[in-house]
């Protein structure tokens, strides 16, 4: 069953440009509210995935921010030089390097995290937690979706 048709898609209302244009609004907001901590957003993601997941690597990171390699390493080196971010070499694979977070790092990320739901907050004002629920449900479906390749209708 198709949702949308090329004749009647309206690009103001429809979800995919409207997910990038909520996107592109909170990343502003998220970079403008971070910048005294002198954070963007993906050094924001970078923390948070550290913090949460303990360890990761630059690769599992790029992935996730869908960054180009190039760009990911020097992120992580300017992190790294300000003493937020370390480099870790593996102790199950010596090849792999992990990144941590560092004692500076442990201390900024309550701060920019604090940020992080702020803005949260700020763009689901008037949600109910039961609407935002069904949110989060309705987009992990969309990501779900986007995991498996699409199939041709009647085959």
């Given at each position: ?14 979800v995919?440009?409207?997910m990038g ?28 995935m550290?913090a ?6 630059a ?25 937020i ?14 990144l ?5 790092g ?13 803005v ?17 449900g ?13 199939t041709?209708?009647?085959?």
């Amino acid at each position: 069953m198709s949702i949308y048709e090329p004749a009647t898609y309206d690009f103001s209302t429809a979800v995919p440009p409207m997910m990038g244009r909520v996107r592109t609004a909170m990343v502003a907001a998220l970079d403008e509210r971070l910048a005294p901590l002198d954070l963007k957003t993906p050094d924001y993601i970078v923390l948070a995935m550290l913090a949460n997941g303990g360890t990761a690597t630059a690769s599992a990171v790029c992935s996730f921010l869908a960054h180009d390699p190039g760009a990911m390493t020097r992120k992580i080196d300017a992190l790294e030089s300000r003493g937020i971010v370390r480099r870790v070499r593996s102790e199950e694979d010596r090849r792999a390097i992990k990144l941590e977070l560092t004692a500076e790092g442990k201390k900024l990320y309550p701060k920019a995290l604090a940020i992080g739901v702020e803005v949260a907050n700020d763009f689901l004002r008037g949600f109910s937690k039961a609407e935002v629920k069904l949110l989060e449900g309705l987009l992990k479906r969309i990501h779900d979706n986007s995991q498996v390749p699409a199939t041709v209708e009647g085959k």
